[in-house]
């Protein structure tokens, strides 16, 4: 994010003995000019974190919905929870313009849909491992996109990122993953138009970030029901009361991940805020050590090192160089 622009410097007022010294222009404390600075990695953190709850609780939903319904009830319930928190807040919502929202939109509604297929077709790890590689498609697509060549050392934190996460899974060596080669073209496809959609992010500042959550969840949605429509469902329990409750937190964590995005690419620059995204996988991996008790070896525990150090790695170098 480059830092805040400073003022321009006002009009020196001429006196009968010469020009007036040159007014200073306001300048931004050097603490508020490194809060601005950091906050897009601050809020792709929180962002991160939610939507490992989100995917955690999808991955607890695969034995008793289908996973168009999970997919549906993720959209439907981000919709009404942004739409409320953007109404309440006097938000000006958008529909048909900028063609860069139906971009985002579009791009985001399939990498969702590929997304929840893979993840209840497949075991939850490797398409984590498959969904979090998004961050070396934004930094390809910048070049065309933005014309923004990203700096070497975003793409060294990359790479070490990546080698993390595959480090921490280790889902293809072993040849004893779950599910089917489509499950694993869906998750690659998730990636590649999560990284379409991470790049319309940017360019949308103009735009209120609650405006863009209502949108791409009215979008979504839409994906979503016809995917039930089109994709055939499996057999599965009737809802009760544990799974309603569930599928209400899904949306929460998945509304409150899709604000904290949004304000971190509209905010950012895409590929280093991307790297900060593949903390995702950390919290994952968090989550089921606390909750299901999963039990990780010496690898897992040093994958995920490699891929909270650049992401600590990147939000200390921001700081410092704002």
């Not at 995917?227 to 009737?238: H, K, L, N, S, Y």
Request: net charge positive; proline share 7%.
């Amino acid at each position: 994010m480059a830092p805040p622009q400073a003022a321009p410097e006002l009009a020196a007022p001429s006196t009968k003995d010469g020009p007036a010294e040159p007014a200073i222009a306001p300048q931004l404390a050097p603490t508020e000019a490194r809060s601005a600075a950091v906050l897009p990695y601050v809020w792709m953190l929180a962002g991160a974190l939610s939507f490992a709850c989100m995917s955690f609780v999808a991955g607890t939903l695969r034995e008793e919905c289908p996973w168009q319904w999970i997919a549906v009830a993720r959209t439907g319930l981000a919709l009404l929870f942004a739409l409320v928190i953007a109404l309440s807040s006097g938000v000006k919502l958008v529909f048909l313009r900028p063609r860069t929202l139906w971009m985002r939109s579009i791009a985001g509604s399939i990498s969702l849909v590929g997304g929840f297929y893979a993840l209840t077709h497949h075991n939850v790890s490797e398409v984590l491992t498959l969904t979090n590689m998004f961050p070396l498609w934004v930094a390809v697509l910048s070049w065309p996109m933005l014309r923004e060549t990203p700096p070497s050392e975003v793409w060294v934190a990359m790479a070490v990122g990546i080698i993390g996460v595959v480090v921490m899974q280790q889902p293809f060596a072993s040849g004893t993953g779950g599910g089917s080669s489509l499950a694993i073209a869906a998750a690659v496809l998730s990636s590649f138009t999560s990284a379409v959609a991470m790049i319309g992010l940017h360019r949308l500042k103009e735009i209120d970030p609650r405006a863009i959550v209502v949108h791409f969840s009215a979008v979504s949605l839409a994906f979503c029901l016809v995917a039930v429509m089109i994709f055939p469902q499996e057999t599965t329990a009737p809802l009760d009361w544990q799974t309603a409750a569930l599928l209400l937190a899904m949306g929460m964590f998945a509304t409150t991940g899709q604000l904290f995005l949004t304000k971190a690419f509209a905010a950012g620059p895409p590929a280093r805020v991307s790297v900060v995204g593949l903390s995702q996988v950390g919290f994952a991996m968090l989550l089921e050590l606390s909750i299901s008790r999963r039990k990780f070896d010496l690898m897992t525990l040093v994958g995920i090192a490699l891929v909270i150090a650049p992401t600590v790695w990147t939000l200390t170098r921001r700081a410092k160089t704002a």
